[in-house]
């Protein structure tokens, strides 16, 4: 005697929710566990020769494998000029800057480091556990903070600067007068982009860029920022969700993003602190940069 069909929908419903679970459960891993690379190539015509940029951000103490050799294999296989990290490798409540400074040990032993403060490591400063700065130089790495280097990499002259702060004053409309934004910021920003070479900016936060007047006010040829985590929870087609001050489903997430003429390359970052939904469809990420000469 045949079943009817009715009979097997429940089976049917509860092997889709089992399947359904599993993959969620396996995206939730994966975002946290599968290092992916992702590659773009920016033509300038200030580059006189190929320059690499190996860029991270918002490790949030995560640790791949083994005293993170993964990791530290992964930026090796990249072979970069320059290994740039955006803020919050570590966690504002960190009992200590180890897992941090021996990343940047092992990384310096790969290509120069450079370092910019998330609002994670201002917050572990605040705090006071250790003397995060030095123990950072003593690393391998530069700390930029209202702070730039001039550097020449395969005849190609830099100038590459960091900075946590907003690019704007915190007014009405975050202007970019010089009489209401942060006088420091203001000089620091105005002396910064008065050169020929190329600049390249350290911007933990996209929004430090990406909102109000700061993107045509200021000539910086490329920001490299972080912080959203891509958005945490990544959608098919729709993108990532979360963008903290930039709203939901900003298009100042993930990638090479476009405002008021100033392009803002956006990691999605290698971790995430203690969120309240933990990345979704979202890798952890090391961004690739390449910069090159138009032809």
Partial sequence: MRKRPGRRLPAICLFSAVLLLAAVCFSVWRSYHSLTVTTYRFPTDKAEGPVRLAVMSDLHEHVFGQDNAPLVEAVAEQRPDLILLCGDMLNAYSASSQNSTELVGALSKIAPVYYAWGNHELDYLAAGTSPLEEELVSAGATVLDRAWCDLDIHGTPLRLGGLYDYAFALDDRNSCDPDRMDPEVCRFLTDFQDTERFTLMLSHRPDSFALGEAARTWSIDLVLSGHAHGG?????????????????????????CRKDGLTMAVTSGLGSQRERLPRFHNPPEIMVIDLTPES
């Fill in 232 to 256: 945490q929870v990544v959608l098919p087609v729709l993108g990532g969700v979360f963008g903290g001050d930039l709203g939901l489903f900003s298009p100042y997430l993930h990638g090479m």
